[in-house]
């Protein structure tokens, strides 16, 4: 497989892998669950509402930049980096 | 000194701050600052980029749906920040390494025509003329309780400003500037939250006081609280309470989600960054700055849901007595966005569920976010900032996606399509006309806007989601997607959606041009219209697949040209505007 196609099935994976969490974060715990999750409270939260109103939006912000590192280091490893 | 005053004076200051600063720049170095983005490090970009992407529909209407839908209004929350994600992983890299200006003009590339890229046009043009519909509400709402005028007077008056703005350039372009509004935006946003909270609950920083116990020694949480008070008058909990039902806001969010990632006022800005690996960063802080509005907002409801409750029931079965009523209320009744009715003549205001027995007959959700700081009784300036901060964020946003729309008119249609040697006065010309236009279109659909704010621009979302996010991303993660099923799929996508929300808000959003209204309201699986572009998007890629499965592949160069985009290195310089 040549380097550039190798490189693409990797970010795959890595694009992959940050949108099951995404995915998790939001439609999962904050909706289809929700109702379930809201029998646990965190302080005054129920933990549904808690993850559809708070919890989603920090999970977002850590998994871009989660991507954002992770990505960079893949360019590196393969050596497709700009200059 | 008298509240109107007070807001002339901070809504007065804060257009010179900006102003100031674009003379300022333009005055240091003309070429640099057009360049969007360069030599100005991600963290500052960002901010750039959320202050151009939170418009009314975030600052003015968000919080006053979230008060009123509880748990439902969640949608806007996640959708409008999980698109980020989308956006960062799925095209905002690519696109960057593609380094063209425009999204028609990817589109027309990638998908070898000029037919592609006047589908994209139009598809761009209806989504963000309904988005700007939206942004209108919203300042119709915040001219008219400022100059104290009822709505359609805030609005005409507003449209006037909207159209000097972006004809003045829209202040956009201008990083700085950005920086500047989304400074202003944020701290007027946050300074009554954290007030509130801290009288509320004692804990100044909103994010922790929606999850705390309440200040007035009741030991209650006050979300447990809120609930009871509302259940209590026969509304809905607040923190159960989904819109319609799971399924709708499932789709609702994942419309919004992936409408973030097709509006081309966004993307346009991963264009502009120096590096691939920049487009990455650079949403990244986007999203954090997002999201310092985006989690005060749930707060923001909650806590004006409460303070409005606790002022039309200072007490349990007290009502609010009707020559008792606080000025802020009168103010707001000026604007005929809200209004009582003492249908038991009582002389006092009950405010509960059940229709025949409610004397709040109307409570327009778009004045909460600025009638909060006075219902929370807090000083004058406060609330003149949350006006200047409303305006900074929809007059923003209006501009820049008047400029999207007269571009794509003066740019991809004109000189990329039917009139190629047009002269460089001549097309500018067209792009004036062309936003005049759009203003004159969006400001009396305006008048009697589809839906509130942020629903207004969920329906943009939509329309955007079922059209171009799915030829973004076909063109990227398949070579083997042609023009012949691109296009159908777009069709489809924003054929289907169309059709869906016309029938429930009349074609062009008037009202008396419903049709088929036998079917009923939500007939497809409960889904109301504002969420049903994640279903268009469905249609779009079914389709897209089918057509492109029994046509010609696209050329070898095409095919090259998407192994190409998929790779950072041999990425050309960024592209000015």
């Known amino acids: ?83 | 000194m008298d509240l109107q005053t007070l807001t002339y004076i901070v809504v007065g200051a804060t257009f010179a701050l900006y102003i100031g600063i674009a003379i300022w720049a333009r005055a240091k170095s003309t070429s640099d600052f057009y360049v969007a983005g360069k030599g100005i490090p991600p963290v500052l970009n960002g901010m750039a980029t959320a202050a151009d992407w939170m418009s009314a529909a975030s600052f003015i209407s968000m919080a006053g749906l979230i008060a009123f839908y509880g748990y439902g209004g969640s949608v806007f929350l996640m959708g409008w920040t999980g698109g980020y994600v989308l956006l960062a992983m799925l095209l905002a890299p690519y696109l960057r390494k593609y380094g063209k200006f425009t999204v028609p003009e990817f589109i027309g590339d990638r998908y070898y025509g000029r037919s592609a890229r006047i589908l994209a046009v139009l598809c761009l043009i209806i989504a963000s003329v309904t988005y700007v519909i939206g942004q209108m509400k919203g300042i119709g709402v915040a001219f008219s309780r400022f100059l104290e005028t009822d709505y359609d007077t805030g609005l005409y008056i507003g449209m006037g400003i909207v159209f000097i703005y972006a004809v003045m350039g829209g202040m956009k372009g201008i990083t700085y500037t950005q920086i500047a509004q989304y400074c202003v935006l944020i701290f007027a946003y946050t300074v009554p939250a954290v007030f509130i909270s801290m009288h509320l609950t004692g804990n100044p920083i909103p994010q922790l006081g929606l999850g705390s116990k309440m200040a007035d020694g009741s030991g209650m949480f006050l979300l447990d609280k809120l609930d009871e008070t509302l259940k209590g008058l026969g509304f809905a909990e607040y923190t159960t309470n989904a819109r319609l039902s799971t399924f709708n806001m499932f789709v609702y969010t994942m419309s919004l989600m992936i409408g973030t990632a097709g509006l081309p006022h966004v993307i346009m800005r991963f264009f502009t960054v120096p590096r691939v690996r920049d487009a990455r960063a650079s949403a990244g802080w986007a999203l954090v700055f997002i999201a310092l509005l985006y989690t005060v907002a749930p707060a923001v409801g909650a806590m004006a849901r409460m303070n409005l409750m606790d002022t039309i029931q200072p007490a349990p079965g007290q009502w609010l007595e009707v020559e008792q009523r606080p000025q802020w209320f009168k103010n707001w009744e000026k604007t005929g966005l809200l209004k009582f009715e003492d249908k038991n003549g009582d002389g006092r205001i009950q405010y509960v569920a059940d229709k025949e027995k409610n004397e709040m007959v109307k409570v327009d959700r778009d004045i909460m976010v600025l009638a909060n700081p006075e219902i929370a009784k807090l000083p004058n300036w406060v609330v003149a900032l949350v006006v200047a901060g409303g305006l900074a964020a929809a007059l923003s946003t209006a501009a820049g996606l008047l400029l999207a729309i007269s571009s794509s008119i003066s740019h991809d249609l004109l000189k990329g399509v039917f009139a190629p040697n047009i002269s460089e006065k001549a097309e500018l010309m067209a792009s004036r006309i062309a936003m005049a236009g759009a203003i004159a279109a969006a400001g009396y659909l305006g008048l009697h806007p589809p839906d509130f704010a942020a629903g207004t621009v969920a329906l943009a979302f939509g329309l955007a989601a079922s059209s171009i996010f799915p030829a973004l991303m076909m063109g990227i993660f398949s070579k083997t997607m042609n023009k012949q099923g691109a296009m159908a799929g777009m069709l489809v996508g924003i054929g289907i959606t169309l059709f869906y929300v016309f029938q429930h808000k009349g074609i062009f959003f008037i009202a008396d041009w419903k049709y088929l209204e036998s079917w009923g309201s939500n007939w497809f699986m409960g889904i109301e219209p504002n969420a049903f572009g994640a279903i268009g998007a469905v249609f779009n890629f079914a389709t897209a697949f089918l057509v492109s499965k029994v046509t010609a592949p696209p050329p070898e160069h095409i095919q090259h040209m998407v192994e190409d985009i998929r790779v950072p290195s041999g990425a050309g310089s960024a592209t000015g505007h």
């Not at chain 1, 708070?54 to 893949?74: E, P």
């Open chain 1, 1 to 83: 497989m040549s380097k550039h196609a190798s490189y693409w099935k990797a970010n795959l994976r890595l694009v992959f892998g940050c949108l099951v969490v995404w995915f998790l974060a939001s439609f999962v715990f904050g909706i289809l669950l929700a109702e379930q999750l809201n029998s646990i409270r965190l302080g005054g939260y129920k933990l549904g509402f808690w993850f559809s109103q708070q919890g989603s939006i920090y999970t977002f912000v850590a998994l871009t930049f989660f991507y954002a590192w992770r990505a960079n280091k893949l360019d590196h490893e393969f050596g497709v980096r700009e200059e």
